[in-house]
């Protein structure tokens, strides 16, 4: 049997295999907060709890809006079982170039470069509103809104000097 050493094994991802989602209460989510329905990262719009019933558990009536595609899902749990909660980031890039194939040349304030984010395919215009604005020549920088895997573009503006 060949000795193990450490150079066998690949340490060069931060990634500790964290979870993409977190566990709360369904009866903690609040509105503005964000939760998970049918495997949707969604921010939750409106919720509201019926009373304790025949059978004993007060549910919650949740409705969401999927931050990614901006569609609109509804759920009920009873309010002291669990809920999924998507770990969400926002980050902010400069805005390098945008490929022919409508990825982007993204750069974070300590100059690492990344190519994995595509144009956004929602809402209907956004992508096509970006690249016009790059076209301009002006510096822009973009928020970039990442959740269970799942990364895209949120937002715009120009950078100011």
């Known amino acids: 049997m060949a000795d193990v ?11 500790a295999g964290a979870s993409h989602v977190m566990n709360s209460e369904a009866g903690q989510i609040r ?3 964000h939760m998970c329905i049918k495997d949707h990262p969604c ?5 509201s709890t019926s ?5 004993g558990h007060a ?7 999927d931050i990614f595609t901006g569609k609109k899902y509804e759920d009920i749990i009873p309010s002291t079982h669990t809920a999924q909660i998507p770990v969400v980031k926002r980050q902010e890039f ?12 993204l750069m974070t304030e ?4 990344r190519e994995d984010v595509k144009l956004p395919p929602y809402p209907d215009n ?12 002006k510096n822009y920088s973009v928020c970039v809104v990442s959740a269970m895997g799942h990364d895209q573009v949120v937002s715009i503006k120009e950078e100011t000097a």
């Open 5 to 15: 050493t450490v150079d066998d094994y690949d340490f060069s991802t931060g990634d």
């Open 31 to 33: 509105v503005g907060g």
């Open 43 to 47: 921010k939750v719009s409106q919720v």
């Open 51 to 55: 009373k304790t019933g025949k059978h």
């Open 59 to 65: 549910k919650c009536n949740f409705t969401a809006i």
């Open 94 to 105: 400069s805005l390098v170039d945008i490929q022919d194939d409508g990825f982007l040349s």
């Open 110 to 113: 300590g100059g690492e470069m």
């Open 126 to 137: 956004f992508a096509r509103e970006i690249q016009t604005a790059f076209n301009t020549g």
